[in-house]
């Protein structure tokens, strides 16, 4: 298993494991999307920036 940052040529990966958890109706502990309105590269670019210590939320 390799553990990495996901990237912009994972994007079809990372849907086709979130439809995978909505057909199963299964559960996920601290999901990052919104199903109705997930914009992957947006997504991408919210990790980015937070991994840089940007546009994090105030206390």
Known sequence: MEL???QLADKTAVLDL???FQAEES???GGFWDSQNFD???WLERN???ELGLSLPDK
């Open 48 to 50: 980015k920036e937070t």
């Open 40 to 42: 992957y590269q947006a």
């Open 27 to 29: 559960p996920h502990a």
């Open 18 to 20: 979130m439809a995978e």
């Open 4 to 6: 990495r940052r996901p």
